[in-house]
């Protein structure tokens, strides 16, 4: 079966050398109706590889592969209609509506000169609906919550039609209630089909919806597969700098979860 | 309730376009019509008609010279230069992602003044003065654009810094002129063409610079959804597909041309750039696709009775970057304090 996201070999730096490469040698795929999660501690490069996948952020050596095709011989419109890219929240300069807001992810389907038409009206107010935020449409963005905003970008990437989506720590900044909320929707567009990949500073968040997860650390993969498997107490340690044990919870609750302590006990060093 | 929380009246945009044709309309006979010589309506829509029609002339020549040679070539300088310098502002002020942002941003203002007074120093010709402006505010919009590309980065921030380095060149040469102007005759010219006028817009103005001028508004209320990407951010708008790069330059060339032209024309007319856009904005909310429009609108018909009353309102004229301040500054106070827009 043909991956819908595929990264091979990719390296990146800002200043062009190597020498100095956010992170280097990436190589991940993520299938259809999957979620794969990005674990990392802060300032790892989370972002920066995020933004290379959509198209934002050149790289230097390696390639994006998006249903085979390589991102960089795509014309940017084109990319944004396969590939929706839901950035970390910030605030806008003007009051827009959310309904103004969501049919912007239109946009690539649109000629230069076009307005959107009521039928892009309609898709917006459909990707409104699975987001499950058409009760704001006629609301200032500038009045929204935390989480009410990033709804609204998720619904704006899911107007753009795209199979693959790509969110930057969608939770973040979100108390837990609107964090389960989020996840429950990006689960739902799995569902529905699309190739998910997200990056989420919560290591229980993969093993409440990923399929595959991934820890970026020092500009590379330390290792990836199964969120069983790559979330350990040991990953888990060295990844964040402080000692953190993964229990199964039974209970009804059914899954693993990660348990940090404040400090750390002296221990031999894992390398 | 939270659902409650609206900014801005969010009128019907199509119902207020229309409302405010007629008002332009009838604006624009109005300002026909008044002067120290009064045209009756009738007679003033008969004469225009004249021009296309063969109608028997029953109206002295001197009426008809007035109106075809003096009022028209004014009235249509204030409908280009009120629409184009709001429509840039609007423009701008998405690019920038900035409501404080007006079309002189970029330095062309500074730019003509520079030319204005280089011209009326070393040539005191009426033609001169406005080419001269008209090509150095070209001038400083490209000395800033070059100047914003040295960092690639943050674009935008870029050029708003380059903005105000090369209008403080502009300003300080600009200042040197007055300083060695001579003080009885230039130097008072240099400071009444700064304060802006339609005194001295004719039909040769009008042919040169109108059509430019309508494709610059023109252009920017074809690409206005386009700039509410724009003002959600670059990587926003880069994520949607969108050109970033390009679009912006369109905006700015298209801004440039009518403000350079604007300023040629009329002198520098603060204010209304800046301002006439937040009035849009109360009326009919952020969304460009409405706002640019009906900003449009507002633009003409406010330049149009602010020049009339500055050639009306007293024997002499009153200078309109005055005016349009002096009368605009009440409207805005008023307007704010009635609705928040919420910016």
Known sequence: ?271 | MQSNKKTGIHLNPVKLQIFLVLLLAGVSTAALMAGQLRIHPYEVIRILLSGVFPIEKTWSPTLESVLFDVRLPRLLAGLLVGAGLSVSGAAFQGLFRNPLVSPHILGVSAGAGLGAALAILFFGKIFMVQLFSFLFGLLAVLMTYSLSRVYRTTPVLMLVLSGMIVGALFSAATSLLKYIADPVNQMPSIVFWMLGSLNNASNKDMIIAGPVMLAGIIILLLIRWRINLLAMGEEEARSLGIDTGRIRAVIIVCATVISASAVSISGIIGWIGLVIPHIGRILVGPDNKKLLPVTTLIGAIYLVVVDTIARTAIESEIPIGILTAIVGAPIFAYLLRKNRSGW
């Open chain 1, 1 to 271: 079966m043909q991956n819908g996201l595929r990264i091979e070999g990719l390296s990146f730096s800002y200043s062009g050398d190597p020498g100095d490469a956010v992170f280097r040698e990436v190589n991940l795929s993520v299938e259809h109706g999957s979620i794969f999660c990005l674990l990392g501690p802060n300032g790892t490069g989370k972002s920066t590889l995020l933004k290379c996948i959509s198209g934002l952020l050149h790289p230097g050596q390696g390639r994006v592969l998006v249903h085979g095709n390589d991102i960089s011989l795509l014309r940017a419109a084109d990319l944004a209609q396969e590939l929706g890219y839901v950035p970390q929240s910030q605030v806008s300069a003007f009051p827009f509506l959310v309904e103004d807001i969501v049919v912007m992810g239109r946009a690539p389907h649109l000629s230069v000169f076009e307005s959107p038409k009521p039928r892009d009206v309609q898709i917006a107010y459909d990707s409104m609906e699975t987001v499950g935020v058409v009760s704001l449409a006629k609301r200032p963005c500038t009045t929204l919550s935390g989480g009410e905003w990033q709804l609204t970008l998720i619904a704006r990437a899911l107007a753009q039609e795209p199979r693959i989506m790509v969110l930057d720590e969608p939770t973040s900044h979100l108390d837990m209630g609107n964090q389960m909320k989020i996840l429950h929707v990006v689960q739902g567009l799995a569902e529905r089909g699309l190739a998910i990949i997200m990056a989420s500073h919560f290591p229980d968040h993969a093993f409440l919806v990923a399929s595959q997860t991934a820890i970026l650390n020092n500009g590379r993969i330390v290792q990836q597969g199964l969120p069983e498997d790559v979330i350990t107490d040991n990953n888990m340690r060295n990844t964040y700098g402080v000692d953190i044990k993964v229990l199964y919870i039974g209970e009804g609750i059914n899954r693993k979860a990660c348990f940090p302590s404040l400090r750390n006990k002296p221990q031999p060093s894992t390398d």
